[in-house]
């Protein structure tokens, strides 16, 4: 039967909420546990029944028919289940039961997903916040507060211990893959994901610098115009730009950087660095530092040239 023959009342769950993009996805993700870029009508079907929808048990032509599908369509790609989804509107499921059933899609994932070593790589070095090849405790920290797992030391210190095959109290790329490899990454859940995606990105978008822009960088830190960049400079650039950088990861990246071992940063020291790892100028936050130091820079040239004048 067609579509305009069948049941659809204008009702929502007591305990429902809009479909928003990422929602549609998270349920088509938790349909799709192999990444096959669709997902068989039936398949729907079932969450439908998952979710007590007063559709679960319409036939597939009517749903491929409300999709605009072409006839004889039994599977939906993302595209298309969105689609299928906004034709039901106004009804919405229960929050709840949506939750329940991405969880238990998304636990499916972890088992079935191939965890390749790009993958795994970007993980890593999305947590790798200093650039030194190890993941260390602080860093671990950083990455649970980031998802919102809300682990504590002891629980970091835990996993670090479980990673940690050489005892060195951090944690290498092949220790963390020899990991992952053996109990997933848990990439399925959306705020893992997203922090792994958000580090891709940023190291993708870093391209060679020029030197003038590490040179701004360079002054833009150096709050004192003493030349050198200090510790307290290190941790003001991190907290301005929201990198959340402990004093531990700072005195971390300090250390990489001075190799003169005078605790201080030249701007030769800062260069090679800068030229060696990037500077993840990708970050608006990070450009919109540099621009506020070249103006206070400009600003206290000013003042100092009225103050000749007088």
């Known amino acids: 039967p067609p579509v305009a023959h069948l049941e659809k009342p204008c009702i929502q769950s007591q305990n429902a909420a809009p479909w928003r993009e990422s929602s549609m996805n998270l349920v088509f993700r938790a349909i ?147 990991f992952i490899n053996k109990v997933g990454l848990h990439g399925c859940h959306e705020e893992v994901a997203a922090f792994v995606e958000a580090g891709a990105a940023n190291r993708a978008l870093v391209e060679p610098i020029s030197e003038e822009t590490i040179r701004k960088a360079f002054r833009a830190i150096d709050l004192d115009d003493s030349g050198q960049i200090d510790l307290a400079e290190l941790l003001h650039f991190g907290a301005t730009t929201s990198e959340g950088w402990s004093r531990a990861t700072c005195e971390a990246i300090l250390g990489r950087i001075d190799t003169d071992g005078d605790s201080n940063v030249s701007l030769e020291e800062f260069t090679a660095f800068v030229s060696d790892v990037g500077l993840h100028g990708c970050h608006k936050e990070v450009a919109a530092f540099i621009e506020a130091g070249e103006a206070r820079r400009s600003l206290t040239k000013a003042d100092s040239d009225a103050d000749d004048d007088d």
């Not at 669709?38 to 999709?67: H, K, M, S």
């Not at 689609?83 to 039901?88: I, N, S, Y």
């Not at 210190?157 to 290498?172: E, P, Y």
């Open 32 to 178: 799709d546990v192999e990444d096959a870029g669709a997902v068989g009508i039936d398949e729907v079907l079932q969450f439908g029944r998952t979710v007590n929808a007063y559709w679960a048990d319409w036939p597939p032509a009517a749903c491929a028919e409300l999709a605009g599908c072409a006839e004889g369509t039994n599977s939906f790609t993302e595209t298309e289940f969105a689609v299928f989804l906004e034709g039901l509107r106004p009804w919405t499921p229960d929050a709840d039961l949506v939750a329940t059933f991405v969880d238990a899609g998304m636990s499916r994932r972890v088992l079935v997903d191939p965890y390749n070593s790009r993958r795994i790589e970007q993980a890593f070095r999305a947590m790798d916040l200093d650039d030194s090849g190890q993941i260390d405790i602080a860093e671990l920290l950083h990455f649970g507060a980031k998802i919102g797992a809300g682990w504590s030391k002891a629980a970091c210190d835990t996993l670090l211990g479980r990673m940690d095959t050489d005892g060195d109290a951090k944690i290498s790329l092949t220790e963390f893959a020899e």
